[in-house]
Nanobody, 119 residues
Framework: QVQLVESGGGLVQPGGSLRLSCAAS????????MGWYRQAPGKQRELVAT???????NYADSVKGRCTISRDNAKNTVYLQMNSLKPEDTAVYCC?????????????WGQGTQVTVSS
């Protein structure tokens, strides 16, 4: 089993920055990729960014150039640095981890952290 704990959300003014953290614990060796999705009220959940074990990174077009995903393997933590935030970035941000354990693929989610961009 893998458990994820997110932190770093909050209220920020337009143009501001936030850094989200996602700490993994448990069967960390089984993780192949981690990333972030977000879901705004009344909207579908959408990918924000992902990073794989080999360092491959993928960003949603809506956040390219404004967000950076990174990982600290020593801390088993993935970060999402978000800059130049816009009101439309307001959403619950959820961390996920994808992997394979006992031959079975899995995806686990964190509890989510609220990001609100407002003046």
């Amino acid at each position: 089993q893998v458990q994820l704990v997110e932190s770093g959300g909050g209220l920020v003014q337009p143009g501001g920055s936030l850094r989200l953290s996602c700490a993994a614990s448990g069967s960390i060796f089984s993780i192949n990729a981690m990333g972030w999705y977000r879901q705004a009220p009344g909207k579908q959940r959408e990918l924000v960014a992902t990073i794989t074990n080999d360092g491959s990174i993928n960003y949603a077009d809506s956040v390219k150039g404004r967000c950076t995903i990174s990982r600290d393997n020593a801390k088993n933590t993935v970060y999402l640095q978000m800059n130049s935030l816009k009101p439309e970035d307001t959403a619950v941000y959820c961390c996920h981890a994808d992997g394979r354990l006992i031959g079975m693929p899995y995806r686990v989610w964190g509890q989510g952290t609220q990001v609100t961009v407002s003046s």
